[in-house]
């Protein structure tokens, strides 16, 4: 199983430029979530997902979209890449979202805007 | 949501047991404590949670506080790949908020050979 996967890994970006991260698990996980890192800092959810067809804003939604066509997919989308959005997004699935549930992590995918 | 409280960095020796402490003073009674680990250049990953009792796996030890105000992540034997950064992230029962996590700001963990 490969678990939660992400791509690309890297990517380099103009300002402006649009680009689509992709999220995948094979875990049959009804939740997925996108958080990014910038340096020195923990995690900030930026969109959400509870199943497929929907999805939710997190604490720093302004500048992404999502969606989630597929249960086992979601995507985030940069529709005008800003220096600002340069960090590293990680991608989460859980089983649910209980106080008890565990997320599992992506990789990460890091982003550079220029 | 209620805060957590961590150290910035710890040092540890290898083979050594290692007692990473949280502050949660503002807990209410039905936020589970959860921690997770942040290996360099990787995603978090869980590690262990618990609510009340004391939990055990084969990670690390949870030691709880009997008011709940703090909380203590154990790992018996230290290794090299034990360096990482450790969140205590406490999740509340509330099931409309889609079961996010909120980080802080973590314990950086550095492990000497």
């Known amino acids: 199983n490969a678990g939660v996967t992400q791509t690309p890994k890297f990517r380099v970006l103009k300002t402006g430029q649009s680009m689509t991260l992709l999220c995948a698990q094979d875990m049959n996980h009804e939740y997925m979530y996108w958080y990014r890192q910038d340096p020195g800092m923990g995690l900030r959810l930026i969109h959400y997902?509870?199943?497929?067809?929907?999805?939710a804003k997190g604490e720093v939604p302004d500048g992404y979209n999502v969606s989630r066509l597929k249960k086992q997919n979601f995507l985030l989308g940069l529709e005008s890449a800003a220096p600002s959005q340069t960090s590293v997004y990680f991608c989460a699935t859980a089983i649910g979202g209980a106080p008890a549930d565990t997320q599992y992590f992506g990789p990460g995918t890091r982003l550079t805007v220029l | 949501d209620a805060k957590t409280t961590q150290p910035n960095s710890m040092e540890s020796n290898e083979e050594e047991p290692v007692h990473l402490p949280c502050n949660h003073s503002?807990?209410?009674?039905?936020?589970?404590i959860h921690w997770y680990r942040q290996l360099p250049s990787q995603g978090p990953e869980y590690v262990i949670h618990?609510?009340?009792s004391n939990v055990n796996n084969r990670m690390a030890s949870l030691a709880i506080a009997e008011d709940r105000k703090s909380s203590t992540l154990i790992l018996h034997r230290a290794t090299l790949r034990d360096a990482a950064v450790y969140y205590c992230i406490l999740r509340p029962m509330i099931y409309n908020q889609g079961g996010k996590l909120i980080f802080g700001q973590g314990t950086e963990l550095s492990v000497k050979p």
């Open positions: 618990g609510l009340t």
């Open positions: 503002t807990i209410s009674g039905t936020d589970y």
């Open positions: 997902s509870v199943g497929e067809g929907t999805t």
